[in-house]
């Protein structure tokens, strides 16, 4: 899975096969079915090695605290392996790590107060948001532009500073929390009152 990974990290995600693989590990390519069964088993078990790179302590508080901690180790090991989120975000999720890594989420939302029906929206609203943020990470911003290629009103586009996809995570990182946290005292009160 490590050998895997780094083909990946190092030549992008069509790289990936069993026979390059094979070919990184010295071996031929169908010995590696003594091992794996599939791509899609590689995929799930390298999807492992980046979730166990994530973070998700419960015992933070609040919880909105640990969501926020949790949000940016996620960002962070998907934008260590940028050529892999398009194969993470087209498939479902087979990864044990990253199942466990959810129930973790889940149970903390549900600690909180979250209402059953509300634990996986608000995670996925999170991983929507990182996996929309790290598939942009390697791609460069197009400056070049002119003031006749655009329709007028476009500057923040156009000028966009350097950092710009940061400063999108973290204004739609804390708008969700932000959220987040409002939506939950709204349904405690309509629960209590």
């Keep these: 899975m490590r050998a895997a990974l780094t083909l990946v990290d190092e030549e992008g995600a069509a790289a990936l096969s069993t026979t390059r693989i094979a070919a990184r590990l010295g071996v031929k390519g ?24 994530m973070d998700l302590d419960p ?5 909105t605290a640990a969501l926020d901690a949790w949000a940016r180790s996620y960002r962070a090991a ?11 975000a087209s498939r479902p999720t087979r990864s044990v790590a990253a199942l466990q890594s959810y129930a973790c989420a ?10 059953e029906e509300h634990v996986l929206p608000v995670v996925q609203s999170i991983e929507y948001l990182l996996i929309g943020s790290a ?9 070049a532009w002119t003031n006749g290629d655009l329709p007028p009103g476009l500057e923040p586009l156009r000028d966009a500073p350097p950092d710009f996809r940061e400063q999108a995570f973290e ?22 009152g």
């Design 106 to 115: 889940f149970a903390m939302l549900r600690k909180a107060g979250w209402p």
């Design 59 to 63: 015992t933070v508080q609040p919880w």
């Design 135 to 143: 598939l942009h990470l390697n791609h460069p911003h197009d400056a």
């Design 78 to 88: 998907l934008a260590r392996h940028p050529n892999m989120v398009p194969l993470l």
């Design 171 to 192: 204004t739609g990182l804390a708008a969700l929390i932000h959220s987040f946290r409002e939506t939950l005292h709204d349904l405690r009160a309509r629960h209590d």
């Design 30 to 53: 169908p010995s590696l079915y003594n091992y794996v069964a599939s791509r899609d088993e590689i995929i799930a078990g390298v999807s492992d090695l980046i979730v166990a790179e």
